[in-house]
């Protein structure tokens, strides 16, 4: 019997794999499909996930297949007006890495299988169908098998719906780079919140780029993938001579928070318990955090001895968590999505006092494994750099840690994990003196 069995070898499934098979726990992945979907989807992630990507030991070959960029992300109206920005980092942010990184799915997805290969004890099962998760040889199941999930129908979980569903073309391109009208294109995503037809411009990186196009009445969802159809869309910034089309396709955005995330050895990850609209880019880096927050509690379950009930503590931190991108991404997508010109420009002379600007939410972790208290207790803490040259993450490994004042900390058990004088602008700001971390790097509790 395997310690987790893993339905789905997406992302998702695959950074877990990955944790689960830096834990030494014995893993068994099940796909349907016989090789890397070979077409983009996802095409951002946040520092917070690159260093989840550090801790399983694949930051600097993902680093280089990725594009950073520190110039955020700007809601722009039909008259060149910028209504919002989502602020962009230069240099490493509070996670050490970079703040937004852009890349080809197909490319990430390959590196985070690669780096599963390192384990003779995860074994990966191609072209397997599961048809029975509760029948799967494993102490627990995980269904990383996305928004049509056969774990989660054998959970029986009940959809929490948040309100967004709107169909919208996604059209990715290479660009040709010599193109005049290809070198003139902003580095930054753009929202063009123009009530004639909103659009999401995306530089991916290389030769690609991305168009969103939200699809209006009239429009027929059978045919606008047609290149017919919507290279008339895009003639304000590239025509064909400019660009090769390397996927079309009609797309449904939801908003939707499942509730019932574990029954018995079955538990849920990614778009299998919640689906984000893209106005925030948080969709993917939802599930690598769910696979961050539950590979290390199977580990505690599995390998050290914690109690079962640890794993009921996944959902009641996470779905909260989730919950805050996913009503800011709605919060977005309402402003890039306004087609009454009425009520566009009453929504454009709001902002005429300024830009408004915002940062990536840092919530609390529902109640669980934490103390109770308010934050920073649940948040994430930072990963400055130590004297000696290494990230925070790499002196701790996969391990509660403590941080904190040196005198403090000078009677503290030695055998634990303690950096003494770390994160100092993070404790006085909080007025704390020191804090406990756990595995994911999220705050157990600090002392005050």
């Known amino acids: 019997m395997k310690d987790v069995a893993i339905v789905g070898y997406g992302p998702v499934g695959a950074l877990l794999a990955n944790l689960l098979g830096q834990a030494g726990l014995s893993v068994a992945v099940y796909e349907r499909d016989t090789a890397v979907h070979p077409l983009p989807r996802a095409v951002h992630f946040d520092g917070e996930v690159m260093r989840i990507f550090q801790s399983a030991g694949l930051a600097e070959h993902i680093a280089l297949a990725t594009r950073p960029s520190s110039q955020g992300m700007h809601f722009v109206n ?8 989502r602020r962009g980092i230069d240099g490493p942010g ?5 703040n937004n990184w852009y890349f080809h799915q197909p490319m990430l997805e390959q590196i985070l299988r690669e780096g599963v290969g390192r384990y003779p004890h ?14 799967l040889d494993a102490r627990y199941v995980v269904g990383c098998d996305g928004a049509r999930s056969l774990v989660r129908r054998a959970i029986g979980s009940q959809a929490c719906d948040l309100g967004l569903h709107q169909p919208w073309l996604v059209v990715d391109l290479l660009c040709d780079p010599s193109s005049r009208r290809v070198k003139s294109l902003p580095d930054y995503t753009i929202q063009l919140c123009d009530p004639r037809r909103p659009m999401t411009i995306v530089n991916v990186g290389g030769a690609r780029r991305r168009w ?43 908003s939707i928070v499942q509730q019932g995330w574990r029954k018995g050895k079955l ?37 050290d001895g914690a109690p079962d009930s640890l794993l009921d503590t996944y959902e009641s931190e996470r779905a909260p968590h989730v919950r ?20 566009a420009a009453a929504r454009d002379a709001r902002f005429a006092v300024g830009t408004e600007r915002f940062d990536y939410p840092q919530p609390q972790l529902g109640r669980g ?31 509660f840690a403590i941080v904190g004042e040196t005198e403090l900390l000078a009677s503290a058990r030695a055998d634990s994990v303690l950096l003494p004088g770390v994160g100092a602008d993070w404790l006085a700001s909080h007025r704390v003196r020191a804090a406990l971390l756990r595995p994911d790097r999220y705050v157990f509790d600090v002392a005050a």
């Open 212 to 254: 969103e196009i939200m699809l209006m009445p009239g429009d027929d969802p059978t045919r606008v993938a047609e290149s017919g159809k919507f290279w008339p869309l895009l003639e304000r910034w590239l025509g064909p001579e400019d660009a090769r089309i390397e996927r079309s396709a009609v797309y449904t955005f939801h």
């Open 78 to 85: 039909a008259t060149g007006q910028t209504l919002i920005v």
């Open 369 to 399: 494994c934490r103390a109770d208290a308010p934050p920073p207790v649940g948040t994430i803490f930072p990963q400055p750099r130590l004297p000696d040259g290494r990230l925070m993450d790499e002196a701790i490994g996969q391990r």
């Open 267 to 303: 538990l849920l990850a990614g778009d299998a318990c919640h689906q984000t609209p893209p106005f925030l880019g948080q969709g993917m880096c939802a599930g690598m955090r769910d696979a961050a927050n539950l590979a290390w509690k199977l580990s505690a379950v599995l390998r």
């Open 122 to 135: 995860v074994e990966v099962h191609l072209g397997h169908e599961v048809s029975n998760p509760s029948e």
């Open 324 to 343: 805050t991108f996913i009503e800011l991404a709605v919060k977005l997508g309402a402003v890039l999505q306004e087609t009454d010109p009425d009520a």
């Open 94 to 98: 509070p996670h050490g890495w970079p």
